[in-house]
T-cell receptor
Framework: AQRVTQPEKLLSVFKGAPVELKCNYS??????LFWYVQYSRQRLQLLLR??SRESIKGFTADLNKGETSFHLKKPFAQEEDSAMYYC?????????????FGQGTILTVHP | GAVVSQHPSRVICKSGTSVKIECRSL??????MFWYRQFPKQSLMLMAT?????????EQGVEKDKFLINHASLTLSTLTVTSAHPEDSSFYIC?????????FGPGTRLTVL
């Protein structure tokens, strides 16, 4: 069975500080990993996915298969980054699109 | 961008009644939609995959006779919670895929009294 773990329920940083949201997964095959973000009173939206290897809003995430991790990082946090962040995994194949979510991390960026 | 809507945004019903929640892809066609459930302060849990023109596939532990899913068109999937009970109170969220990206609806808050 696949599982996604986000060990931090709450994370607080000051504006301009680096931030790292941790995500670990367990899955025997080759998963597709995602980070979703939910801003206050808004719907869940895709932030980035590992296959794109892109930076969105200054965030990056690298898939580390050895450590089964997909941590989200940003070198200089901004107040507008305050939101709930979910790490998610899709096993692909016949389960294409089915997402297993982590518990989520609430990021608060203080001025 | 792709937009997914849900109706209603919130509903309160009495125990024993049935409630229907609609999920629409407004500007694209979706042969597959997904239904998630979110308990307070918890993560999203996939309930079922809604397939246009065929039966939905349910995740383990989800009662298909209780959570009826119909995907009659390429833009509409409905979730009917039958004989609702207070333990069915939750936040229900649907999603649809367009070009490999999953777009989520705003969710429906169901409260069963």
């Amino acid at each position: 069975a696949q599982r996604v773990t986000q060990p931090e329920k709450l994370l607080s940083v000051f504006k301009g500080a680096p931030v790292e949201l941790k995500c670990n997964y367990s899955y025997s095959g080759s998963p597709e990993l995602f980070w979703y973000v939910q801003y206050s009173r808004q719907r869940l939206q895709l932030l980035l996915r590992h296959i794109s290897r892109e930076s969105i809003k200054g965030f990056t995430a690298d898939l580390n298969k050895g450590e089964t991790s997909f941590h989200l990082k940003k070198p200089f946090a901004q107040e507008e980054d305050s939101a709930m962040y979910y790490c998610a995994l899709s096993s692909g194949g016949t389960s294409y699109g089915k997402l297993t979510f982590g518990q989520g991390t609430i990021l608060t960026v203080h001025p | 961008g792709a937009v997914v809507s849900q109706h209603p945004s919130r509903v309160i019903c009495k125990s024993g009644t049935s409630v229907k929640i609609e999920c629409r892809s407004l500007d694209f066609q979706a042969t597959t939609m997904f239904w998630y459930r979110q308990f307070p302060k918890q993560s999203l849990m996939l309930m079922a995959t809604s397939n246009e023109g065929s039966k939905a596939t349910y995740e383990q532990g989800v009662e298909k006779d209780k959570f009826l899913i119909n995907h009659a068109s390429l833009t509409l999937s409905t979730l009917t919670v039958t004989s609702a009970h207070p333990e069915d109170s939750s936040f229900y969220i649907c999603s649809a895929i367009l070009l490999g990206t999953q777009y989520f609806g705003p969710g429906t808050r169901l409260t069963v009294l």
